[in-house]
């Protein structure tokens, strides 16, 4: 009786052990981009799945879908992330604000300073709440990564200053916030799906366009706009976003880990985009695009400045001020 009560409790204790390790969390997932493999979004995005490839022990694997594959746009993938349809989407903040209203207060022009107050901003309280806002929106925002300064080219004229560029066409994100800024610089500001930018300027419907040095190099737009102007006029951060219903999913210990990995990422992201900057301007220079360094900024600050009032009922002062001097 014994001998058969003492079996018994092994069985038992063999089966509750084995019960985690047959329901033990696996999956494959999607990590979608508008932009190609050769950008710092998609350098992250690798670096990214082979982190959690790694500390999972193979548990989760991430595919990559740079390139418009998985939607026609960031609206579009964004959405996919909302529904569960996309797993994970490194994306500008162009569309964003539809879905999290909050996320607007970093398009202001010339709310940064340089690189290092990017990085006391984004990575401290202020953007996790600012990430923490997209619950709402059921998304899950892990990190801030980055896209950059964004800068103002054009195939008419070299842009030195604001009045320089007044009446160009140019295409912008959906985005109301740098609609305003452009606008009340007096230049033409057309929102335009990524996917349609390249054809657009080489049909001049458009007259330019403004990213960051990463996009423009990546795209390969030296063919189609020959005036680089590096105005630094918005910073762009790339929020690394997670479907909820997806990360929900996951047991605490593995949600921990990707927020974990992709704050880590993030600073892995921004230093790759970074440090490529100098000679990727140079390489731009070389395909015979004239690169204006010594732009007006404060030409432009002056014309955009407006706009922090046009949104005072939308963002508070004291918001901005708080980003504003952040030291």
Not at 90 to 96: I, K
Not at 112 to 118: L, P
Not at 193 to 204: F, I, K, N, S
Not at 300 to 325: R, T
Request: glycine share 6%; net charge positive.
């Amino acid at each position: 009786m014994k001998k058969a009560l003492r079996f018994g409790l092994a069985l038992c204790l063999a089966l509750s052990l084995a019960v985690p390790a047959a329901a033990e969390y696996k999956a494959t997932m999607k990590l979608a981009s508008t932009q190609s493999m050769e950008h710092p979004y998609m350098i992250g995005a690798k670096q990214f799945a082979d982190l959690i490839k790694e500390r999972t022990n193979g548990r989760i694997e991430i595919k990559l879908y740079p390139s418009n594959q998985l939607g026609k746009g960031e609206r579009e993938m964004t959405e996919g992330i909302q529904q569960g349809a996309i797993d994970l989407l490194v994306t500008s903040t162009g569309p964003l604000g539809g879905f999290s209203p909050s996320i607007n207060i970093l398009d202001f022009p010339f709310l940064f300073r340089d690189n290092a107050h990017v990085d006391l901003v984004l990575d401290g309280p202020i953007g996790r709440k600012l990430l923490d806002d997209f619950e709402k929106a059921n998304i899950k925002a892990l990190a801030f990564w980055e896209n950059g300064f964004r800068h103002l080219t054009n195939n008419k004229v070299s842009v030195k200053k604001v009045d320089d560029a007044k009446g160009l066409k140019i295409r912008t994100m959906e985005n109301k916030v740098h609609l305003a800024a452009w606008k009340a610089a007096g230049l033409n500001p057309t929102p335009m799906a990524w996917g349609e930018v390249y054809t657009a300027l080489q049909q001049r419907v458009i007259d330019g366009q403004e990213n960051p040095v990463a996009v423009y190099y990546a795209s390969k737009f030296w063919d189609v706009q020959k005036h680089f102007s590096l105005t630094a006029h918005v910073y762009s951060p790339s929020p690394f976003l997670m479907s909820k219903k997806t990360f929900d999913a996951m047991p605490k210990p593995d949600q921990e880990l990707f927020v974990k990995t992709a704050y880590e990422v993030a600073k892995f992201q921004r230093k790759v985009n970074r440090d490529a900057e100098e000679d990727k301007l140079k390489e731009i220079a070389s395909k015979g695009v004239t690169v204006v360094r010594d732009v007006d900024r404060e030409s432009f600050k002056k014309a955009m400045s407006p706009i922090y009032d046009q949104f005072s009922d939308q963002f508070a002062k004291s918001d901005i001020e708080a980003i504003m001097n952040a030291k």
